[in-house]
């Protein structure tokens, strides 16, 4: 198995820009579809960008042109670069890695990290 730890989170005005760190260790990164997810309190998780094992990427409608998610092999780690941030973007955003890139796409990974705080103020 492969364990996630994200990092990165932050406060940061609107407009602002945070690069959040997804480190892997048990496994190389680039065996897996790798995903972002972020959950709003009172709100259920949603999909924020993949990349699968062959860089194929997918971006949520409300990220793109704004965040950009990629992978270090050689660091064993995978970015999201959030720019032109929003207040609506606040959420505690999770790391995760799956065997199938169609259910990682919609919100199934098969290990999970534990999150990193994202807050943006207006």
């Known amino acids: 198995q492969v364990q996630l730890v994200e990092s990165g989170g932050g406060l940061v005005q609107s407009g602002g820009s945070l690069r959040l760190s997804c480190a892997a260790s048990g496994r190389s990164v680039s065996s897996y579809n790798m995903g972002w997810f972020r959950q709003a309190p009172g709100k259920e998780r949603e999909f924020v960008a993949s990349?699968?094992?062959?860089?194929?990427?997918d971006y949520a409608d409300f990220v793109k042109g704004r965040f950009t998610i990629s992978r270090d092999n050689a660091k064993n780690t995978v970015y999201l670069q959030m720019d032109s941030l929003k207040p609506e973007d606040t959420a505690v955003y999770y790391c995760a890695a799956g065997e199938s890139v169609r259910l990682l796409n919609r919100n199934y990974g098969d290990y999970w990290g534990k999150g990193t705080l994202v807050t943006v103020s207006i």
């Open positions: 990349i699968s094992v062959t860089n194929a990427k």
